[in-house]
């Protein structure tokens, strides 16, 4: 029996449809379970029977920053955040944009290697140095951490944008009498706002989710949201329900991010894919 081409057509779609809908439910449970945790009483949590019919409550929210004292936290993970992306701008999109337009090959090679090499492996060499320096525990010491992160990521991003930029954009600023300073602050930074927007979401993300660096570098006075679900954890119980509440806490800025920013991202990670 031989199928027309219209029958493919909706039996294609149909498959399509049906691998996105089983994509998504596998992707979206996980945090959809998170959400409905967060709104329950502990003797509910821990009932099989009740995990769809339950009576909903907020008391877990407002454990989290009464009992618990969430803000603090919500305040480092904010502050290290934005300090060390600003930070990270401020020395990336030069140094990129030189690269670019120098053709530094073996200096872009050379952040490649470094953006290449596991985070995690710099963490002793980190922990020895502000120890001798008394740093441990600082803001500073989260700050610089997370900074040698972020800045080999902007620059990957932002070289291949810089390079598509047109010499002759540049040129006309001279003439009309524009430093080379205010060239790039004036014309080239505005142009590459897509990208940079892009780095700047990146930058922001890989800060408020890591957590190995917060973990060994910080106190009690500049503990990170990550870290600070260890408080919910005791020897003898874990606070599962505050848990719960404190992990929607701590992810649905990122959501937010990353549902009403997505079209900036795309078009930040692609601006540079095409040179003409």
């Known amino acids: 029996m031989r199928v027309s081409g219209k029958t493919k057509k909706k039996i294609g779609r149909v498959g399509f449809y049906l691998s996105l809908a089983l994509i998504l439910m596998v992707t979206l449970f996980p945090f959809f379970w998170m959400v409905l945790a967060s709104l329950k009483k502990m003797v509910d949590l821990l009932n099989v029977d009740k995990m769809f019919v339950f009576t909903p409550t907020i008391q877990n929210y ?44 073996a200096f872009s090679a050379v952040i490649l290697v470094i953006r290449i090499i596991p985070a995690i492996s710099f963490l ?25 992160v972020a800045l080999p990521m902007i620059v990957w991003i932002m070289i291949p944008f810089f390079e598509t930029m047109p010499r002759e954009l540049e040129e006309a600023s001279w003439v009309d009498g524009c430093s080379h300073i205010g060239t790039f602050v004036k014309i080239l930074i505005p142009l590459a706002s897509p990208a940079i927007l892009t780095a700047t979401i990146l930058s922001f993300i ?25 408080q919910f954890m005791s020897y003898t119980d874990v606070d599962w329900a505050c848990l719960m509440a404190a992990a929607v806490v701590i992810t649905i800025p990122i959501i937010l991010i990353s549902v009403f920013l997505q079209k900036y991202i795309i078009t930040g990670m692609t601006a540079g894919a095409v040179k003409g």
């Not at 454990?63 to 934005?82: G, R």
């Not at 002793?124 to 001798?132: C, E, M």
């Not at 320096?133 to 500073?140: I, N, S």
């Open 124 to 148: 002793v060499p980190w922990y020895i140095l502000f120890n001798k320096l008394h740093l441990t525990g600082t803001y500073t010491s989260l700050i610089l951490v997370h900074l040698l």
């Open 62 to 105: 407002i454990d989290i920053f009464s009992k618990y004292d969430f803000w603090q936290p919500l305040k480092n993970s904010m502050l290290i955040a934005v300090l060390s992306t600003v930070l990270a701008l401020l020395f990336g999109l030069p140094a990129s944009y030189v690269i670019a337009r120098e053709r530094m090959s």
């Open 206 to 230: 890989f800060s408020w989710n890591n957590f190995i660096f917060a973990l060994i570098l910080c106190t009690n006075d500049t503990r990170t949201l990550p870290t600070a679900v260890f």
